[in-house]
């Protein structure tokens, strides 16, 4: 029987030109010796029957590197990882592996304008891979023990059970398969298409358009059906979640909110996290009793999604709230960029409330229900614009006051936050000429300005901590204790402070990891990241990738966590008349980000 044997770079050596092979067994299917015939079929299962045959397709090059990048997947990262995360590192980096290995041998036998195939292997060479990869990922499983009771220990997290490395291995296993599954049904497409077209043009030919077919469908099913039905779902589901409100909301009946009775948007309009902003943030007893003074209440106003026709009317709005509750007649105005569903981390209003004794008028809005992570992969424009729209709104009518009667405008943002609080300003100066103080925290490597700034630091500083222009008008900080670095140096007024945890994945992931090693890791390295991290091309990208999925589950100062630097950098940033650091102290118990 004369079999076609045909590979692309997901099924094996192969490329997907096909090739004669002589009569004998047909490597896709059980041949004498690898499968009992079905006369006695109760000898084997059908699950062996079918690993036999899955198994028969794959490369051998490419299972040798998929071995190598498993084994590499173990090693740390920024983050602690449990079982689920590095399962699934580990299965794309086998992966990622195995298509290199597969698209190498391709590429040799290319080179060498062979003919046939690669000779397959001998079975001892499979079982002698076998058992090398069982040794190996158990000496890597060891290393990764390690490696994770360092980092965890370090950073105050509890360590696994030895229960989580047989997760490890099954969750690994089972994810590879299911990719190694769906490269094959893609290759098996562009292999039944390069059958048909050879009919009519020659082989390299027919192979090349199938490729380019197949890659231009698989666009377009991954664009308009998955990517398209899938953001509908999310859209709807975290649309339904908008519309509840957190435990501790509830109407406010204080002219001085949003969402009131005479409040120019309504309380159901402001959303769930909007909710949450306006009834939430300490009261004017708490605050005079923290201060031992009389206080006055602070303000806080909203705009939701639902609050305006869209991002302009919305920002709009808000300043009207603004003006509305009387935030131009007190000393500091809070401009809040907010996350995706319309978050603010609590610390930054509360800190400036206390510090203020309730002078302080907060003004925010929303611009997408969805969360941050996924509104940093398809909202990012629309947090520009929000950014840019809402700083603009307010700008505007505190710029009506005579100079001397304005009050202080500082920016605040976390995360996608950060991104939009910076979107206003297009360097450093313009923002310190447009502001009395910035604080942005937990910046995302997309934050333009954050990083061009980044890029040019002071010589000799490190990319997680950078000094620019000697820290005269903006310093990077990962602890309260970096504001005063660099050491003896004037900081003048007004300063802006981006905190940035050097562990903090938002921040130093990036697709640049795929393939260039970062500054971050080549150079000096923050106090959290192991000195067994590593750099290593495409492993890197999705250990840190996964490490964002968990950003927040560390302690403070850790991570994607920020909580007690804030108030401390703001009493650096303004200065708060008679503020002092015993004053700070005593705040922090007060604090919480949610």
Do not use: C
């Not at 997947?73 to 995360?85: C, D, N, Q, V």
């Not at 602070?298 to 919305?314: L, M």
């Not at 943002?413 to 923002?431: K, N, Q, R, V």
């Not at 150079?523 to 290593?536: K, N, Y």
């Amino acid at each position: 029987m004369t079999s076609v044997l045909t590979r692309t770079l997901t099924g094996g050596d192969v490329p997907v030109d096909t090739q004669a092979v002589p009569d004998g067994p047909d490597p896709i299917e059980a041949g004498p010796g690898e499968t009992d015939t079905v006369e006695a079929g109760a000898g084997r299962s059908r699950v062996a029957r079918w690993a036999v045959t899955y198994g028969s397709r794959l490369s051998f090059t490419g299972a040798v590197i998929a071995t190598v990048f498993l084994w590499l997947s173990a090693t740390p990262s920024l983050l602690p990882r449990g079982p689920l995360f590095q399962g699934v590192v580990s299965a794309g980096a086998a992966a990622v592996g195995y298509m290199i290995g597969v698209f190498f041998a391709w590429l040799a036998r290319y080179l060498v304008s062979r003919t046939e195939p690669w000779p397959r292997p001998r079975r001892i060479a499979w079982v002698a891979l076998g058992a090398i990869a069982a040794i190996g990922t158990a000496v890597m499983l060891y290393w990764y023990a390690r490696w994770q009771d360092e980092l965890r220990d370090l950073m105050g997290v509890a360590r696994l059970s030895w229960g989580a490395y047989p997760q490890i291995l099954v969750i690994a296993l089972v994810a590879f398969a299911l990719l190694i599954a769906v490269g094959q049904a893609w290759g098996a497409l562009v292999r039944m298409l390069t059958r048909r077209l050879s009919r009519h043009v020659p082989p390299r030919i027919s192979a090349a358009v199938s490729v380019a077919v197949v890659v231009v469908l698989s666009m377009v099913f991954v664009n308009d059906v998955v990517a398209k039905n899938t953001m509908q779902l999310l859209n709807s589901t975290f649309a339904a979640v908008n519309e509840e409100s957190t435990p501790d909301s509830e109407p406010p009946t204080s002219p001085l909110r949003s969402g009131s009775p005479e409040s120019l948007a309504s309380w159901e309009s402001l959303g769930r996290m909007g909710r949450a902003f306006v009834s939430t943030g300490p009261s004017r007893e708490e605050i005079s009793e923290f201060n031992g003074s009389p206080a006055e209440e602070p303000i806080r106003v909203y705009s939701g999604i639902e609050s305006a026709r869209d991002i302009t009317a919305a920002a709009d709005l808000a300043a009207r709230e603004l003006v509305r509750a009387g935030g131009l007649d007190r000393k500091v105005i809070g401009v809040a960029s907010t996350t995706g569903t319309g978050w603010i981390n609590r610390a930054n209003p509360d800190s400036l409330e206390y510090m203020y004794n309730g002078d302080t008028a907060m003004v925010s809005m929303q611009y997408s229900t969805l969360p941050s992570w996924l509104s940093f992969l398809v909202d990012q424009e629309r947090a520009r614009e929000a950014g840019r729209a809402l700083f603009e709104a307010v700008d505007e009518v505190v710029r009506r006051l005579p100079e001397a009667e304005r009050p202080k405008v500082v920016v605040f943002g976390e995360s996608l936050g950060s991104f939009a609080g910076e979107s206003p300003f297009g360097s450093i100066p313009t923002m310190a000429a447009r502001t009395d103080g910035v604080l942005l925290t937990g910046p995302t490597f997309s934050n333009t300005l954050w990083r061009d700034t980044t890029d040019d630091r002071d010589d000799g500083s490190p990319e997680y901590l950078p000094v620019v222009d000697d820290g005269e008008r903006v310093r990077f900080i990962s602890d309260a204790s970096d504001l005063d670095e660099p050491a003896g140096l004037p900081w003048a007024s007004p300063r802006i402070v981006y905190l940035q945890h050097a562990s903090d994945p938002i921040s130093w992931w990036s697709p640049d990891l795929i393939l260039s090693e970062p500054d971050w890791l080549d150079e000096q390295r923050g106090p959290d990241v192991l000195a067994a991290t590593r750099w290593i091309p495409f492993v890197t990208f999705l250990q840190v990738a996964a490490d964002m999925a968990v950003s927040v589950d560390v302690p403070d100062g850790h991570g994607h966590n920020y909580l007690a630097a804030i108030p401390k950098a703001w009493t650096k940033i303004l200065q708060p008349d008679g503020w002092t650091d015993a004053d700070t102290d005593r705040l922090l118990p007060r604090l919480s980000r949610d």
